[in-house]
């Protein structure tokens, strides 16, 4: 009896010390976060936080092998969130149960309806859009003007793509299924397979590279890789592949560009759930925007916020304003569709 009184003496003691141990947690006002994003885009946003709040963010830099490490981790990761690119590896970590929800308001009210999971599992904070790169000196103006162009006869041998089951084709692919439903996509994606030039490879910056060197005509990539071949001093011979190329917004007359987005979450493992909430509304806020769209020529998702004046340069477009997460639902037939298609042989 004696013994048990004691043991629970105990019991409440060491109670006490955790509690205080994770007030001290508390207090240290910090917050874990997996970043796929690279730091030379993140520090400058993370230190404003900083600066601002006071929390201290520890950031671990994972170019490949997020969802990975999370899932090995489990309940003990030290993540408190997470930052990636593309709604697909966003929605991963969602099917892998690893994200958790939030209510923020100021979060619903920076970030459109479409761009954030209807639960709060991810939030887009920047878009970026699917776009044509097309041969100034072989495609007359209107000659492709829509996704559908990719697969029509004129285009025969003329397009080049990177790989049709990396995470941007995927995502594009999903959002065809979304607008035409999967047999049209399929049709469509058969259709761009038979076009090719070469077989898919590299990466969005090779398709213009190829458009260049004359081995295609027209080349699918995301917008912000122009700015970064059109500004690249390290490597200037992207200035020459650039201004090779004139970028269509596709669909203009229909339902708009695709579109896709950067984002962030809560993991499910978060012990600082509180400053991570507060890191995604600083990074959906208006500060934070204006850093996004200088550094990196993607689009801000806050209403008002300006772009970048090369970004500007390209014009205003219409984009696709499906929901992400009915993209992200039709990415697994859209994966199957690219294999049926052999798209990738
Ligand atoms: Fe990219």
Redesign the pocket.
Known sequence: MKKRVFGGVLCGAALLVAASFSADRALAAEVNLYSGRQPFLMDPLLDAFTKETGIKVNMVYLKKGMLERLKSEGANSPADMILT?DIGNLHNHVAAGLMQPTGSSVLAANIPANLRHPDGLWYGLTTRARVLFVSKSRVKPGEVTSYEDLAAPHMKGRVCTRSGKHV?NISLLASVIAAKGEAAAEKWAAGVKANLARKPQGN?RGQVKAVFQGECDVALG?T??MGKMVTNEKEPEQKDWAASVNLVFPNQNDRGTHINISGAGVTKSAKNKGNAIKLIEFLSGDAAQKIYAEDNFEYPVKAGAKVHPIVASWGTFKADDVHLADVAERRKVASRIMDKVKYND
């Open positions: 690119s941007y969005d995301n912000y890789y």
